[in-house]
């Protein structure tokens, strides 16, 4: 069904193939596990910092993936979606007060 991955010699080219494997949504995936567990891990934080700040981080990665073609330009949107909304919400709740 696939082709075997003789012509692997070094770390890109074995991403390249798993990514071709999983019709490029294997990086994308590894990209919202980074999110959710960056967000778990900023519990201490407010949910807007937090939320901020996981999807600032795996804005940029998902732009590296997209820069070398590991990802699609959809997960670059939904981080940029994300960001968006975590930085009205954060601007929403300081003028609270």
């Given at each position: 069904m696939?082709?075997?991955p003789e012509n692997v010699t070094n770390t890109i080219e074995a991403f390249s193939y798993i990514?071709?494997?999983?019709?490029?949504s294997f990086f994308g995936g590894i990209i919202l596990v980074v999110f959710f567990i960056s967000m778990i891990n900023l519990k201490n934080f407010e949910t807007p910092?937090?939320?901020a700040f996981?999807?600032?981080f795996?804005?940029?990665l998902s732009t590296f993936a997209w820069l070398m073609d590991f990802a699609?330009?959809?997960f670059l949107l939904i981080f940029a979606v994300l960001m968006g909304v975590s930085l009205i919400w954060l601007?929403?709740?300081?003028s609270k007060y």
């Amino acid at each position: 069904m696939y082709s075997t991955p003789e012509n692997v010699t070094n770390t890109i080219e074995a991403f390249s193939y798993i990514n071709d494997l999983t019709s490029s949504s294997f990086f994308g995936g590894i990209i919202l596990v980074v999110f959710f567990i960056s967000m778990i891990n900023l519990k201490n934080f407010e949910t807007p910092k937090a939320l901020a700040f996981s999807s600032f981080f795996c804005g940029l990665l998902s732009t590296f993936a997209w820069l070398m073609d590991f990802a699609s330009k959809t997960f670059l949107l939904i981080f940029a979606v994300l960001m968006g909304v975590s930085l009205i919400w954060l601007h929403a709740e300081n003028s609270k007060y």
